[in-house]
Nanobody, 126 residues
Framework: QLQLVESGGGLVQPGGSLRLSCAASGFLSNYYVIGWFRQAPGKEREGVSCISSVGGSTNYADSVKGRFTISRDNAKNTVYLQMNSLKSEDTAVYYC???????????????????WGQGTQVTVSS
């Protein structure tokens, strides 16, 4: 069974940067589409970004385009989310999730992702 562990969250000032990591372990862990989702207090969980299992195709929510970058290092079984120009509205618990399959594309549909990490808190505040 695939296990996902997020790290890299913390407190950062507006305009700052953080890099989140999602380490995957388990059988054929590179054969998964990986997505990042977030849930702010009092709000529903929303999709942030995803990366395909083949070719590294990416997808981003409009709210983070141009500021966040997702990437994967298959040798390390790790997916990263580089977050720049952070805003207070980026404050949330960030989760990574996995969708089994060899796919050259990805969609930020929560229902497609069957394995989830425990989450890491990101707080953007002065």
């Amino acid at each position: 069974q695939l296990q996902l562990v997020e790290s890299g969250g913390g407190l950062v000032q507006p305009g700052g940067s953080l890099r989140l990591s999602c380490a995957a372990s388990g059988f054929l862990s590179n054969y998964y589409v990986i997505g990042w989702f977030r849930q702010a207090p009092g709000k529903e969980r929303e999709g942030v970004s995803c990366i395909s299992s083949v070719g590294g195709s990416t997808n981003y929510a409009d709210s983070v385009k141009g500021r966040f970058t997702i990437s994967r290092d298959n040798a390390k079984n790790t997916v990263y989310l580089q977050m720049n120009s952070l805003k207070s509205e980026d404050t949330a618990v960030y989760y990574c999730a996995a969708d089994w399959g060899l796919s050259a594309s990805c969609v930020l549909s929560q229902a497609d992702f069957g394995s989830w990490g425990q989450g890491t808190q990101v707080t953007v505040s002065s």
